[in-house]
């Protein structure tokens, strides 16, 4: 080593925050939304995926719900800015400029995903343009209006205070009530059907990554920002626990 050089270190937390995904999928493992597979069948009921539905999963991740799909007899396919690396089915793409044409798609599954995206509204009525109407092209390969399957956080009040690649990763920045969320999906030209709650799931995912994770001891480690974030995961524990942060999935028709 030269004398006099200095050598960079960066902090483990700058390390952990640089790739939230990497971060998150060490902690919940997959698939990285509450409920897991057992929510994301009983969103594909009520979206009616069955036999030869033409379904988009935009922000798929590591492609399970493709999967589960296609063994319904789906023709599946998952669109993901960071494909999981072993995604079978999967291409690269951003929510707001998906790479499908106009009404080609029965379903548009988006699961913990669609409020990740930069601009929202544009996401929605991105989704909108590639579902199939009935009233304007067509029926579709099931015969009925294009459908979205989303769920989503929510946030109710203030949200717990955390950095913010945590708090964009984890869907809490940005206006995310539940009834804002659902105006939102309204306005891109969809009608809304049944808002499920899904408050044990979130309970459930808090559970386990705190089983899979010791948080005080890990960020005690870090110094004084390793405890300040800890004191945001308490706070999102706790908002999770009173209901300011939720979990909402819903099934939203093509309106006209
Ligand atoms: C919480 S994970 C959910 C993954 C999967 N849907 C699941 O439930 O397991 C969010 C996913 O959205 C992807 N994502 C984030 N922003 C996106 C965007 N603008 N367009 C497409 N995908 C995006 C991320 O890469 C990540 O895989």
Sequence with gaps: MVAGSSVAVEHPLDALLADPWSTLRLVLGEPLHPGGLAATGELL???????????????CGAGEAVAIASERGARA??????PGADATGVVRGDAGHLPVRDGSVDVVLAECAICLSDDLDASLREARRVLVSTGTSGAGGDGTNGRLALSDVVVEGTPPALPE????????????SRSRLVERVEDAGFAV????????????MRDRAASRVDYAGLLGSFGDRGRRL???????????????????????TVDG
């Design 230 to 252: 800890l004191e945001g995961v308490r706070e999102l524990e706790r908002a999770v626990e009173d209901g300011r942060v939720g979990y909402v999935s819903m099934v939203a």
């Design 77 to 82: 396919v998952g669109v993901d800015v960071a």
């Design 193 to 204: 059907g049944d808002v499920r709650e899904h408050r044990e799931d979130l309970l459930a």
């Design 45 to 59: 009921d009520r979206a009616g995926v069955g036999d030869g539905t033409r379904l988009l999963d935009v922000g």
């Design 165 to 176: 690649p945590i708090a964009r990763t984890l869907c809490l920045t940005g206006p995310r």
